[in-house]
């Protein structure tokens, strides 16, 4: 029986690490900037902490989440989400007593049981932030802003942030009722889970994907219009401060999002091309969060988008990706004297911070000089018996097509050459 990586899961191979290692100092440095600080919580949780969050009636918790009893007879959970583990970890350390809001960014793998395919895995990454105990809409337009200039610098082009409030528990159980009642009459033309779902959670009927739903979507009364005074204020000045950012955003009645904590302000980024599994970023606030873990009253804001889709997208719009992986150094090397030498070689070169690669002595001259060809080497030392005899070693600069005889003692700095004006 020979072994795969799990359905849905992928291995990550050094010639994909560019890639990965591009975003994620992107995303590392733009946070920073923004002022954030890392945080790193653990993979797995209390089940119950995803449950009362994210909700009952949603995918995650309906379908989607690794949930296994423990040998201690714990119910435990892969986080299917960052949020509610950053909320927990707020709580747990007492970050209240910190200035407001407290800024945090994290990047980790997560874990959801959904049906694989191009852009949906069963693990995968997110990069998100979370600015928590500030309800001001400059903290909206600040996460919002992060986001926006994340894929900006990455050099994504032709995104679309769609934008919308669903309001808060004031005006949010009017809303809901509004949209109860509006669907009622039309509940036997609508799919399975939009019927299951019309009293447990009537909000994600705007979220269907079924076609013959999308009818009774159009016409269904918006939240923005049945927002209460403070709410409309709120999406207000979130809207000015974006305006004022110079980031352009579509209102997107149907923007609902497929977990229960959202309160006000939810968005997403999209990629140019269209569907349902591209979303590339989703967040919003959730002023109730808090509460539901047993704290006090505490605003919050985040986002997380997708490591994967977003590498998807590079590689589709063609971004090229500065590669800082290549071996400076490859040693060739014949005969035992010549192989001492060599391995004594690189250690010296390596502790001189120089990526240096031992060829593989047993083959040609030639075969080994193809091997440091592929590899990318700028540079080839050459030991022989003859060379380690008289203390010398061949430097071949590669990309000038050049070389010379060196005393073993002078290799590095043969090497090491500033190579700026290349
Ligand atoms: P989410 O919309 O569930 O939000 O996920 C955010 C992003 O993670 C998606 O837009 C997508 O890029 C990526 N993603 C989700 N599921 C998969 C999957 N199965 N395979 C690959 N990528 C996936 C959240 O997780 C919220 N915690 C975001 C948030 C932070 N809200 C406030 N703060």
């Not at 030639?366 to 080839?380: D, E």
């Amino acid at each position: 029986m020979r072994y795969r990586a799990p359905r849905g899961t992928t291995d990550i191979l050094p010639e994909e690490q560019v890639y990965w290692r591009y975003v994620q100092e992107c995303a590392s440095s733009l946070a920073e900037t923004f002022g954030y600080g890392r945080i790193d919580t653990p993979i797995f949780e209390d089940t119950g902490l995803f449950v009362r969050t994210v909700g009952e009636a949603t995918d995650i918790v309906d379908k989607e989440m690794y949930t296994f009893e423990d040998r201690g007879s714990d119910q435990v959970t892969l986080r299917p989400e960052g949020t509610a583990p950053v909320c927990r970890a707020y709580l747990e350390h007492g970050m209240h007593n910190l200035p407001q809001p407290v800024r945090l960014y994290y990047q980790i793998s997560l874990f959801r049981y959904d049906r694989p395919q191009a852009g949906r895995y069963r693990q995968f990454h997110q990069f998100g932030v979370e600015a928590i105990g500030d309800s001001d809409p400059a903290v909206d337009a600040e996460v919002i802003e992060l986001a926006w200039r994340f894929y900006e610098r990455l050099g994504l082009q032709g995104l679309t942030l769609a934008l919308n409030s669903i309001g808060d528990k004031t005006c949010r159980p009017l809303y809901l009722e509004r949209l109860v009642e509006y669907y009622t009459p039309h509940v036997e033309h609508l799919c399975q889970d939009c019927q299951a779902r019309i009293h447990r959670n009537p909000l994600r009927l705007l979220d269907c994907k079924q076609l013959s739903c999308q009818p009774y979507i159009a016409e269904a009364p918006v939240s923005t219009e049945s927002l209460c005074d403070d709410c409309r204020e709120h999406w207000g000045r979130l809207t000015t401060h974006l305006g004022d950012l110079g980031i352009a955003y579509s209102v997107d009645h149907r923007l609902v999002r497929g977990l229960d904590y959202y309160s006000r302000t939810v968005f997403e980024i999209l990629p140019p091309e269209e569907g349902s599994q591209s979303t590339l970023c989703g967040g919003g606030r959730y002023d109730g969060l808090m509460e539901q873990l047993g704290g006090k009253p505490t605003p919050g804001i985040g986002f997380a988008l997708g490591i994967e889709r977003t590498i998807l997208n590079l590689k589709r719009q063609g971004v090229t990706v500065p590669d800082q992986s290549t071996t400076a150094v490859a040693i060739a090397h014949m005969g035992e004297a010549g192989g001492r030498e060599a391995v004594k070689l690189a250690a010296q070169l390596r502790s001189a911070k120089t990526s240096t690669i031992l060829l593989p002595g047993q083959k040609s001259l030639k075969g080994q000089m193809r091997h440091a060809g592929s590899l990318g080497a700028r540079y080839v030392v050459i030991i022989g018996d003859k060379e380690a005899a008289n203390g010398v070693a061949t430097v071949r600069d590669l990309a000038a097509a050049e070389q010379r005889e060196v005393p073993l003692g002078e290799v590095i700095a043969a090497v090491s050459q500033d190579h700026s004006h290349d």
